[in-house]
Structures are given as C-alpha cells and as structure tokens.
C-alpha cells in the first residue's frame, strides 16, 4: 500500500543545474498537487493537475514546470535553480478534490547552493 | 483572495492539559474546511474536515467546528498526550473555482510529558 512516493528524499543542487522531481501515486486519483513548505509560510501551491494530460498554475509557479503524462506520475521540473527554491517539496494527490482530502507523499529536501 | 490565518506558534503543553489552535479564514461563499496534522519527518495527513456552516469534524479526539459568523475553525481537545507533538494546519477549499487548498502558516505543538 504504497500510496504516494516521492523521489528523491534529498537532493543538493549547485545554482543554475536542473532537475525533476518525481510523484507517483497508485491510486487511480484524478488529482495530482505539488506544494513547496517554508519556515513560517505554511505550504503554498506551486502546480496542479485535474487529470491526465492536464496542468494549472498555482500560487507560486515561476522557476518550475510540470507534466503529467501519465495519470500515476506529476513531474515537477526545475530548469535553472536558484537559492530561493531551496524548500521542502510535497506532493500529493486525491480522488476527487480536496473535499476527499489529499494523501502526501513524504517529501523531499532540495537545497540549492 | 482565499486565505487562512493560524495562531502563532509554536506552542507547549504539558500532558493532559486542554489544547485549543485558533483559525480563521477568508473566502467568499461557503468552502469547506480542514485541520491536516504532520508528524516529524512526514508528510502530511487528513485529521478532520467540516463542509458546511455548524458542522462540528471530530477525529482522535480532536474536535472543531465551522463557525461562517466568526469565519473561524478552531481545533481542540481535552486532554493531549505527548503523541499529539506535531505541525496542525488549518486549510480551506474554495466553494468555487479551482479544485485546491489554501493552508495555513501552520501551528508547531510540543507536548511535554
């Protein structure tokens, strides 16, 4: 019962490389969320999907890109990284909306140097 | 905008003593609303929800209840034990538009035994 998996835990960039973090889920929901968590901020929403093949801004998507080819996978992609995209980053995924509530994976630590 | 405000934390109790998170919000119309907890190291996980004005979520011996004439959705509980030691947010889902949530900063408790 795997739920949602996150790769990887922990990764340290050098500014400028890029990267593409990994959510999967197995089970079958409709909805997939990647949200980034900072010190005092809560968590705030950085790219969502309704569906597969679908995708949507959030509160915070400039530095990132996203895709979800296929409906168990949301790719978060970082092109040029920067310092200020250091944060925890979750992903998490529903059935039919946050009325159902989210499943979170376990996170991962992304810090840029 | 949707948003939600937390009491500051972080906040310490001893065992057994009674615990109360403030929450407020703004939205337009009537979202629903949620307490999500997240445990050290996790991500995190769904505690209790109410969708409509009056209802009362309750789970773990956790309670809160959607308050539309003070716009809040306090969390409380009689008496903590030291396993309740975690980060509470409180969220909101719009009653219209996207299909996501708005967090809180989040409320860091540490019970002392």
């Known amino acids: 019962n795997a739920g949602v998996t996150q790769t990887p835990k922990f990764r340290v960039l050098k500014t400028g490389q890029s990267m593409t973090l990994l959510c999967a889920q197995d089970?079958?929901?409709?909805?997939m969320y990647w949200y980034r968590q900072d010190p005092g901020m809560g968590l705030r929403l950085i790219h969502y999907s309704v569906g597969e093949g679908t995708t949507a801004k959030g509160e915070v998507p400039d530095g990132y890109n996203v895709s979800r080819l296929k409906k168990q996978n949301f790719l978060l992609g970082l092109e040029s990284a920067a310092p200020s995209q250091t944060s925890v980053y979750f992903c998490?995924?529903?059935?039919?909306?946050?009325?159902?509530?989210?499943?979170f994976g376990s996170g991962t630590r992304l810090t840029v140097v | 905008g949707d948003s939600v405000t937390q009491m500051e934390g972080p906040v310490t109790l001893s065992e057994e003593a009674f615990l109360t998170i403030n929450c407020t919000y703004t939205a337009t119309g009537y979202p629903s609303l949620f307490w999500y907890v997240q445990y050290p190291g996790e991500g995190l996980q769904l505690l209790l929800k109410?969708?409509?004005?009056?209802d009362k979520g309750s789970n773990k011996g956790f309670e809160a209840t959607y308050r539309k004439e003070t716009t809040s959705f306090h969390l409380e509980k009689g008496s903590v034990q030291v396993s309740d030691s975690a980060v509470y947010f409180c969220?909101?889902?719009?009653?219209?538009?996207?299909?996501?949530?708005?967090f809180g900063q989040g409320t860091r408790l540490t019970i002392n035994p």
């Open positions: 969220a909101l889902s719009p009653e219209w538009g996207a299909q996501k949530l708005v």
């Open positions: 998490a995924s529903s059935s039919q909306g946050p009325n159902y509530g989210y499943t």
């Open positions: 109410a969708t409509k004005a009056d």
């Open positions: 089970m079958n929901h409709e909805y």
